[in-house]
């Protein structure tokens, strides 16, 4: 088996790392302070093929394999893994568009999200309905000019900063075959928004819910067929979660990379803290933990690129371990920090808060245990 990446591979990582560290990690506390990013960003970002790194080059994406969009979110995540996880929310939007649009909505909408002239949201998760996503109650009704959207998003990064949301809603009955997807435009009537969420983490990335009250959709906003939408908000996910898992990573490697050349210089009983042998088997620890979550993070990608049959059970796998490997790792760095970890100047903090909600979304890790099980009794 062969675990090193090509050289093309290789060279996609390095570029995203280069840009992180020169045009995010600078500006990631700021960004944070002032609970927004600025929009100025993207299209330099758009610039390198971010805006669309899984669209197909003959739509003017970048057409990346998942497992080299993997190594973007996690050379960004390095400088700041909320930034990164908020382009993997356009990227899946864009991806969504390309598969599932038609050519008039593919002609309206991809050209923008892929030099992200325009930013988009993903609309699933509702203040009802969270991990059970197909009980979503937001409905839209038929009307002469196509749909009146009516009900709430919740906890949708980007709510009141985006240019256009993915929302999936109920065309038709109960359940996920009642559930379709539409595209709708910021300013739209009938768009509102609520307040800014006071968070945890993710504080750089504005999240609010998102209202529509009788909202104007036309009907060639509709995302492929009606009834089809829970499928295709499904089908992100695989993905999603390795994204999610990656920025996890990316976190975990700054964070111990700054750890290590902390304690390089702190010194304690006449010797830098790095000389003390416990102290090193925690380092060795973290390191372990770290290789056998990029190993674990990589082969899953590497089955859905491959569409491997069993591609959705270590996708749930590799969220779930690499997201709880990189929350233990960050924190473990704080603590190997002192009170110097818990102080906003070091960065560290900001880790540890940012990373927490991995945990949570693109499927909470509960939902990736009842994956992973569900796999193990079918092939029992």
């Known amino acids: 088996m062969d675990f090193a990446l090509s050289e093309e591979a290789q060279a996609v990582f390095d570029m995203a790392r280069d840009f992180g560290q020169a045009e995010i990690a600078p500006h990631a506390q700021a ?25 197909s080059e003959e739509k003017g994406g970048s057409g990346l394999s998942r ?17 990164s ?20 909505l593919q002609a309206r909408y991809l050209p923008a999200a892929l030099s992200m002239e325009k930013f988009f949201s993903y609309c699933l998760t509702e203040p009802g309905s969270g991990s059970d996503a197909a009980a979503l109650k937001t409905r839209a009704e038929r009307t002469n000019e196509g749909y009146a959207l009516t009900g709430s998003k919740a906890f949708i990064s980007g709510g009141g900063y985006s240019d256009a949301y993915v929302v999936m809603c109920r065309t038709g009955g109960d359940g996920p075959k009642g559930i379709s997807a539409v595209i709708v435009d910021d300013g739209a009537p009938g768009l509102s928004f609520g307040g800014l969420e006071d968070k945890m983490g993710w504080r750089s990335q504005p999240t609010r819910q998102v209202q529509f ?8 906003n509709l995302l492929g067929e009606e009834g089809q939408g829970f499928r295709y908000a499904m089908a992100g996910l695989d993905g999603g979660r390795l994204n999610i898992a990656a920025c996890s990573l990316g976190a975990a490697e700054a964070a111990l990379a700054a750890t290590l050349s902390y304690m390089g210089e702190r010194q304690a009983f006449g010797r830098s803290i790095d000389q003390f042998q416990a102290l090193q088997f925690r380092l060795a620890d973290m390191e372990i933990e770290l290789e056998a ?14 569409g491997a049959p069993d591609a959705t059970k270590h996708c749930a796998m590799a969220k779930k371990f690499v997201t709880e490997a990189g929350s233990r790792i960050v ?29 949570i979304l693109e499927g909470t890790n509960e939902i990736m245990r009842m994956i992973v099980a569900r796999h193990m009794l079918a092939a029992r």
């Not at 382009?87 to 008039?104: F, Q, R, T, V």
């Not at 979550?293 to 491959?306: C, G, S, Y």
Request: glycine content about 8%; charged content about 20%.
């Open 67 to 83: 497992l080299e969009a993997t190594l973007v979110f996690e050379a960004l995540a390095q400088a700041c893994p909320s930034v």
């Open 213 to 220: 009250d009788a909202c104007a959709v036309p009907a060639a």
């Open 31 to 55: 960004w944070e302070r002032a609970g927004t990013i600025p929009k100025e960003l993207w299209p330099k970002l758009a610039a390198l093929g971010f805006g669309g790194l899984y669209v």
């Open 293 to 306: 979550a990029r190993v674990m993070l990589r082969q899953a990608a590497w089955k859905l690129d491959t």
């Open 85 to 104: 996880a908020f382009l993997s929310i356009h990227n899946m939007c864009a991806k969504m568009i390309e598969l599932y649009g038609s050519d008039d």
């Open 331 to 359: 924190d473990q760095c704080l603590q190997l920090h002192g009170g110097y970890g818990y102080l906003a100047d070091y960065g560290i903090e900001k880790l540890v808060r940012d990373l927490r909600v991995h945990q």
